[in-house]
């Protein structure tokens, strides 16, 4: 008997999928972000017994199913907890939090909040629709103002929450964005997000095709997506259009960006850099007629949380004296 041994390195993306039939709506973008996450886990090498994928409740959170490794589906907007104390257990764990909009924005968004401050090495994708897919269309914490849903049947009258720019806010060390159709694009941040160690937050614009169809149109229509999207990359100039003649400058005298022509003998064009998180802030909040930024908005690792909590604890450890603790500051004696 011939016994073929695989090791990480030589598995495909097939091998990363489970057997159970996966069960999306036909034309979901949440196909094209399994099939980018089971590529970009192929293209690392990463060890299947030894990555969990932990999702909350809404179409996102079915992810762990499909994986071919270990997987926990919890509780809604619990997930980023839930992942937290497995990292915490075994921190030679790779963990991938699976959530969606209204599953990390809303019920979710104080333990989003958390994990991202705290800097725990998780990978955190946002599957964002801007609607509740799984309930049936109601409107979601990222919704436009004058969305009509089942739950605002007249528009919807809130302002939405920027995934980038709360994640921002929240103190995240790594920050990102994507779009489920493009597919190359999705891959390459993954795998950056991946490599960061420490929480990293990854925001996926993502199509629903029976409650929000073509939300995202004006941003990936073939038509418009040249000077709709920028896509950044460290060092680089800030530049779009379908001949890269439009470029991003900082208005002079002001905190805030403009369009200028890129060509000479036009002004200085910016250069992204993503260890700033200004400019991070600033590109999270561009809306139309500036292009949406896609890529690393920023990346300025520091030490993991699992990792100063081991070293605390390390130092903590010693020959102790259990009465002389127990005796230690203020004690009294009860008569």
């Known amino acids: 008997m011939t016994v073929t041994t695989i090791t990480d390195a030589q598995l495909a993306p097939k091998d990363y999928a489970s057997d159970q039939e996966v069960r999306w709506c036909p034309g979901c973008g949440d196909y094209a972000i399994l099939k980018a996450v089971q590529k970009a886990c192929a293209d690392m090498g990463v060890s299947r017994e030894r990555t969990v994928f932990v999702s909350g409740i809404g179409c996102a959170a079915r992810f762990p199913y499909y994986m071919s490794t270990y997987g926990f589906h919890t509780v809604h907007g619990r997930a980023p907890a839930i992942a937290t104390g497995i990292k915490l257990a075994n921190p030679e764990l790779d963990v991938w939090v699976m959530t969606g909009d209204g599953d990390g924005l809303s019920i979710g968004g104080n333990h989003m909040l958390h994990v991202l401050r705290r800097n725990v090495d998780l990978n955190i994708i946002l599957f964002n629709n801007e609607i509740y897919g799984l309930t049936k269309g109601q409107y979601s914490p990222t919704s436009r103002r004058g969305t009509r849903s089942p739950s605002t049947p007249l528009g919807s009258i809130e302002y939405p929450v920027s995934a980038c720019a709360f994640a921002l806010g929240a103190g995240a060390r790594f920050v990102a964005r994507s779009i489920d159709t493009l597919q190359a694009h999705l891959v390459a941040t993954l795998k950056r997000a991946h490599a960061n160690k420490g929480a990293s937050f990854v925001e ?120 002389a603790l127990l005796n230690s500051e203020r004690t009294w004696e009860v008569v």
Do not use: W
Request: charged share 20%; with cysteine; proline share 8%.
């Open 204 to 323: 996926i614009l993502q199509n629903c095709v029976v409650f929000n169809d073509a939300v995202f149109e004006h941003i990936t229509g073939k038509e418009v997506a040249a000077d709709a999207q920028i896509l950044l990359e460290h060092g680089k100039p800030l530049v779009f259009g379908k001949n890269k003649e439009k470029a991003l400058r900082l208005r002079p005298g002001k905190l805030e960006l403009e369009i200028v022509a890129a060509g000479p003998p036009g002004p200085d064009v910016l250069v992204h850099d993503e260890t700033s998180r200004p400019l991070a802030q600033l590109l999270a909040a561009l809306e139309p007629p500036f292009p949406t930024a896609m890529g690393v908005l920023y990346c300025n690792p520091t030490e993991s949380y699992e990792q100063e909590v081991y070293a605390q604890k390390g130092a903590a450890q010693g020959n102790g004296d259990l009465d």
